[in-house]
C-alpha cells in the first residue's frame, strides 16, 4: 500500500453492509483522509461513530462526490444506477455492491483472491459480485486453478441478513411471535418488492430474489452468470438453488464440482485450499471439525469442510462452504477491491 | 382392504414418531381387533388415548408379541434388534422404522409408491426407509419409469424433529436463550451420542448421524445406499449433503438429477409428478407458489416444485422436494406397509 490517503464515502452507511463497511475500514487502517457517510434522505441526518469522530450522514446527490476518490456502495441497485455514472464523472472510482453494473461487460467483477488483475481495465467503476457467489469462487478457485472445474451445482443455505435489517427484525419477530403461541405477520420476505410474503422463521423459503422466465430466481442466475465471469469462463456449467432458511448471517453452500482432471485425492484437495488465499480449511470429521454459522460470522475468510469425493464420478467432489455474508460477501470484498486499487495504484487514474 | 381386524402392537409408542403413527391408524381406520402399546421399561406406564379408550404403554418383552399380527417398531436400533426376531418368531410381522434391517438382502425396504411388490418377499420384517430417503424417491419415481434416472444430487435441510423430542426441546431452549441473550447449552445435536455438541438455533450443521470411514455421515449412506435398494438399481448414481437445520418438522431438498433420455420438457416432467402417487405438485413461479414446511407439515403427501432444466445438460434437472419427516419420512409411511400388507393378503403368511 502507498503512503497516500484518500477521500472516501460510503453510499448506504445506515443499512446493514454500510455498518460492516465502517467496521472494515477501520480494522484495515483504511488511509482514509476525509470520509463521507451518504444515505437516502430519509436516513440523513443520523449520526455515526467512527474512529472517535462523530459523523453526520448526508443525503446523496451528484454534489456529494467532488472531490471523492473512492465510494463504496450498497444502498441498492436504483440509487447505484442513479449516481454512480455522476461520481464517476466527478472522478470518484465506485466499488458498487448491487447487481446494478454487475453483468456490464466493461464493468470488472472482483474477487480479488480469484481475479484482481480485471482491476486495471475499470474505467471508474467496479463491480462487487453476490454474497453467495463469492464465497463459492473463492473455494473452487484453487482447485479449478490445480485441476480445472466442468461443473458445479450449489444449493444455498442463506441467511435473512442478506435481505436487510427488516429482514432480520421480522425473523426476530415471527420468532418470537410462534415460541408464544401468537400470529406470524409476513411483510418483508421473501422478497419485499414481490406479490406474497412467507413466514421465515422455522421455515425454508426456496425463493431469493424474483423468479426469471427460466424458472431460476434472479439470485440463482446471478450465481450462475457471475461466477461464469470472474472466473473467465462462459464455458463453465453452473446450475443454483438458492433457500433462505432462519439464520441471522452467514451464508452456507453445499457444493458438488466436477473437475476436468479426476482422481485426485481429498488430501490433495484440502492441501489446495489449506494454502490458499481467504480460506480457512475446517476439515475433520472425526473431530466433528466443520464449518458452521455459528464458528465463521464476525471473520473475513471463507470456511470449508466436509470435502469428500463423488462415490460415481472420479471427478465429482463435494464440498461445504461457510462465510459471513456481510464481510466476504460484501463489505469486506468491497474494501479489499478498495485496498487493491490503493496498491496497484488504480485510484484517480 | 379384506374385512378382518388385526391385533397391532407399537413400539415406541411415546416416542415423536410413535404418537403419529396412532393418529395415522386412527384417521386411516386401520382394521384394529386389539391394540398394544409398547416402550422402554421407562416409559411403561405412561396412559394413551387412542379413538376414545385409555392405554397403559407397557414395557416392550418378547411375550408382549404373542398373538400380535402386525407390530410398528420405532423405538431405536437396539431395541428392533433385539425384539424383532422375538416378535418374527411368536407370528408378528414387524414394520421397523429404525435403519436396523434396512440392509439385510433378506428384508424388504418399501415405500409403498415405488415397491410395494417387494412386501411379497418378506419372510417376517419389512424395513420402513430412512425419512430423507423416502420423500426423494417418491417424487423421482414417476420421473425414472418415463426417463430413466442416470444420477442423483441431493442437498437436504432437515428439521430437528429427526432426532426425536429431546431435540426439539433443545432447539426451542436455544432459541429462547438467543432472543433473551442468555447462554445456549447443546447436548443433543448433531448426534446425542456423538463426542460434540453445537448449537441449532439460528446455526445450519451439516451432520446427521455419525461420520463414517469414507467422509460421508451415516445419514449420506443411508439415502445413497437406500435409493439404490428401494429402485433395484444398484448402479445408480446417488450422492447427498446432509444439513440439520432450526426446523422444527419437515425435510426439504435440493435435487439435481440426470435422467437417461434428455431434452423433456419441465411441463412433461410436472405432469409426471402431477398424475404420481403420493406426490402433490406445488409449482408455479409467477404465483410464488413452491412446497415449503410450513405448507407441508401434517400432511401426508410429499410436496415437489421448482422443478426447472439444467442450463448445460440435456438430461439434468432440478427440483425442490419437501415432506412431513413424522408422517410420509416415518409413520405414515410405515401404516401404509401395513395397509398394503393387508390388502396383499401377506399378515400372518
Known amino acids: 500500500m502507498n503512503k497516500h490517503a484518500y477521500n472516501v464515502a460510503i453510499v448506504g452507511a445506515t443499512g ?5 463497511m465502517l467496521k472494515t475500514l477501520e480494522e484495515r ?21 467512527f474512529k472517535g469522530t462523530t459523523y453526520t450522514v448526508e443525503e446523496a446527490v451528484p454534489e456529494s462526490f467532488a472531490d471523492v476518490n473512492v465510494a463504496l456502495f450498497s444502498a441498492g441497485g436504483s440509487v447505484s444506477k442513479a449516481l454512480i455514472p455522476e461520481a464517476v464523472k466527478r472522478g470518484a472510482v465506485c466499488v458498487d455492491n448491487t447487481s446494478a453494473f454487475r453483468m456490464d461487460e466493461n464493468v470488472p467483477l472482483v474477487v480479488p483472491e480469484v481475479n484482481e488483475a480485471d482491476l486495471h481495465n475499470h474505467t471508474g467503476v467496479i463491480a462487487n459480485p453476490n454474497c453467495s457467489t463469492i464465497q463459492m469462487v473463492v473455494a473452487l478457485e484453487p482447485i479449478r486453478q490445480e485441476l480445472g472445474l466442468k461443473k458445479v451445482v450449489v444449493s444455498t443455505y442463506q441467511a435473512v441478513s442478506g435481505a436487510g435489517l427488516d429482514a432480520v427484525e421480522e425473523m426476530e419477530h415471527q420468532t418470537k411471535a410462534i415460541l408464544n ?9 421473501p422478497v419485499g418488492g414481490d406479490k406474497k410474503h412467507y413466514q421465515i422463521a422455522f421455515n425454508a423459503v426456496p425463493q431469493i430474489d424474483l423468479f426469471q422466465e427460466n424458472g431460476y430466481t434472479f439470485e440463482e442466475m446471478k450465481m450462475i452468470n457471475e461466477t461464469k465471469k ?27 464440482f466436477e473437475t476436468n482432471k479426476g482422481g485426485t485425492s481429498v488430501t490433495d484437495i484440502q492441501q489446495m485450499l489449506a494454502d490458499a488465499p481467504g480460506v480457512t480449511l475446517q476439515d475433520n470429521p472425526s473431530e466433528q471439525l466443520y464449518p458452521m454459522v455459528t464458528t465463521s460470522v464476525g471473520k473475513n475468510d471463507v470456511f470449508v469442510g466436509r470435502v469428500r469425493r463423488d462415490l460415481d464420478r472420479d471427478n465429482g467432489y463435494h464440498a461445504w462452504i461457510v462465510s459471513d455474508n456481510l464481510l466476504k460477501g460484501a463489505a469486506w470484498n468491497s474494501v479489499q477491491i478498495a485496498e487493491s486499487l490503493v496498491k496497484l495504484n488504480l485510484l484517480g487514474k
Do not use: D, N, W
Open 230 to 256: 470472474i472466473m473467465h469462463m462462459p464455458e463453465l456449467e453452473v446450475a443454483a438453488t438458492c433457500v433462505r432458511l432462519p439464520i441471522e448471517t452467514g451464508h452456507s453452500e453445499s457444493v458438488y
Open 16 to 20: 446493514a453492509v454500510g455498518q460492516q
Open 29 to 49: 487502517e483504511f488511509p482514509i483522509a476525509s470520509l463521507k457517510l451518504l444515505s437516502s434522505k430519509r436516513s440523513a441526518g443520523k449520526q455515526i461513530e
Open 181 to 189: 403461541g401468537e400470529p406470524v405477520k409476513a411483510e418483508v420476505l
